[in-house]
């Protein structure tokens, strides 16, 4: 008997080792940074408490498979009406939504309706992409890998007022971007690249694209509180709900409150889900799942390929996207997608190796503390490697996603597209102007710092020589290194031009006021064609200015105004070339050589001297307009 008791005990004492050892198991489970998972919570919290004056709001869940490890809520969703943020207050994805495309293109493949590798136009309608300048097809892999070439769309895919909402179909077609790389060959994020494939969902399926994410997304997963239309009219709950959060601008001091900030994506698939934090973490979780047991697929390895890499970094076999996800270099690998909106920033990131994920989600503009400072806080830093040959790569880079190739909107690759590098104190640290710091972390490695919670993985790019001739960016971009000595000479090339337009405008100015002020017809008769030239000069430029800076103030264009612009300018332009050239062979000089002869005095040969010098700079600013439009395509209104 007491054998039989003491064999009990024994045994019930295995069975309480046993779990205390799995309890402590678990209590001693740490995030990749050593951050214990009992603890996580309270360390987010300090986290927050530090930057909390420059914080609107922001919900955070991070989440081990399928259970939550921490979750926390801060801040006002409405400042104005006291709305705290809560478990009911949606967000906007903003490019989270593309997962979404993502995820609809991966159940069409494993279903033998799409082919990755097919030309995109057997799945699209006849004659639907016109806009392609290469003879090398584009494949859904390229939409996914964002190598498919188009540069970015100068035409509005935003509306403010519901009305002007199209179909999807209509907004790729009125906003269709040129295409200025070969497939396959740069990586340029591309929204229209993106709906493009949305598109080809609808066509394939038959289905409306929001009708189809509802039913085999949004409906399994259990996503009740999401929606994907730009106007949030799928969801009547959601629509209710946008309505009480407002966005903000928060950094480093200076504040400002959007209001509502409605503005509706045409493009809808890249960028319109909003909804809660519970409904977006529900979505990551089911990318952690088994794949036998995930919701979103029918068949086991579904999910295993669409979480495997499709492009890696050129010259290394590291994982750049992995079907439409970003792989991101941080103290693990990791696999997501960050997304913003003109008031809204968000993240989902997942460690598919640990199964462990983060979701975070803000109501404040390119918000970068939370979505990007939290994911260090969990997973740590890219590691920094010792015993390598630092490169310099000083220099200037332009961004390949706003490298504009074709029409008027060349200028923008100058101004908006720039990553100016210069070297820093010490060796393998570097300045990027406007950035942050850049440190070489290794032999093919950068990290570019915000000084703001975003920590930017890059790849070095060589040439044969062993040249930077780019670095490649872990969010789908390439800054590609520029002749320095050619930028320069581009950039006095269109100062001169700035420059002797606004003297041109002062000397037009002055002979105007002359003319009217002392009836001086004969000043007419002897300059009219230098006041002709310096009037389509005038009238030019302003047109030039006129098209290009909206767009760099936050305006807008539309393809009528472009058109009515760019024509006006040729006319304006054609015209200045006639006035040079009938001024030069027809009276100018004459008339100017027979007045010096007329007066011989010291102060009326001073005079002569000055008006010629007038007549010479009208004549420089003439043809540097002419030349500015032609190398800058301010003519060019086609090709956009």
Known sequence: MRKMIAGVLTILLLMMSGTTTVFAAENNEQTPSGIAYSDLEKQIEDYIEVRKETTSSVSITVFSGTNDIASVIYGDANTKENIK?????????????????????????????????????????????????????????????????????????????????????????STAPAQIYEPGTVVSYSNWGAALAAYIVEYVSGMDY???????????????????????????????????????????????DYGECRRYILLYPAGSATGTMSDLVRFAKAFLQDGSECPLFTWADTLSVMLSPTLTFSGTDTPRICHGLFSQRYGVTLIGHAGNTTGFSANLVLDTDGGTGIVVMTNEVGETTYNYGLVSLVYGDCKEETGFTYDDI???????????????TKLYSMISGLLPISKGETEGNFTAAMVGTVTQISKDACIMDDGNGLKTYLSIQRDENGNVVALQHMTGMDFQKENTMLFVIKIIFFCLFVLSSFWTLIMLIVHGVTLHRFKQTDVWKKKR????????????????????????????????????????????????????????????????????????????????????????????????????????????????
């Open 210 to 256: 929001a009708d189809y994410v509802y039913e085999n997304i949004f409906e399994p997963l259990g996503m009740e509180h999401t929606t994907i239309k730009p106007d949030c009219s799928d969801n009547t709950w959601v629509e209710n709900q946008r309505e009480k959060i407002n966005a903000y601008y928060n950094v480093q001091g200076e504040y400002e």
């Open 85 to 173: 943020a809560d478990e009911d207050t949606v967000y906007e994805w903003g490019s989270i939504s593309k997962m979404l495309i993502w995820t609809s293109v991966m159940q069409l493949y494993e279903q033998g309706k799409i082919d990755l590798n097919a030309d995109v136009r057997t799945y699209l309608p006849n004659g639907f992409l016109s806009n392609l300048s290469y003879k090398e097809p584009i494949t859904m892999l390229h939409l996914m890998n964002h190598t498919a070439g188009f540069q970015e769309t100068v035409w509005d895919v935003e509306v403010t007022d519901k009305e002007k909402i199209i179909s999807l179909k209509d907004a790729l077609l």
């Open 529 to 640: 064609y230098q006041l002709l030239a310096e009037l389509f000069i005038v009238l030019a430029s302003v047109l030039i200015y006129w098209l290009i800076l909206p767009p760099l103030m936050g305006g807008s264009l539309t393809k009528g105004q472009v058109i009515v612009k760019c024509v006006m300018i040729i006319v304006f332009s054609l015209a200045e070339i006639v006035t040079l050239v009938f001024g030069l062979f027809n009276g100018i000089d004459k008339e100017h050589t027979e007045k010096m002869q007329i007066f011989s005095n010291k102060h009326n040969r001073g005079k002569g001297l000055r008006q010629k010098a007038g007549f010479l700079i009208t004549r420089i600013s003439g043809i540097l307009l002419v030349a500015n439009v032609l190398y800058w395509h301010f003519y060019q209104f086609w090709g956009c």
């Open 394 to 408: 000083a220099g200037i880079y332009l961004n390949s996603r706003a490298n504009y190739k074709s029409s008027f």
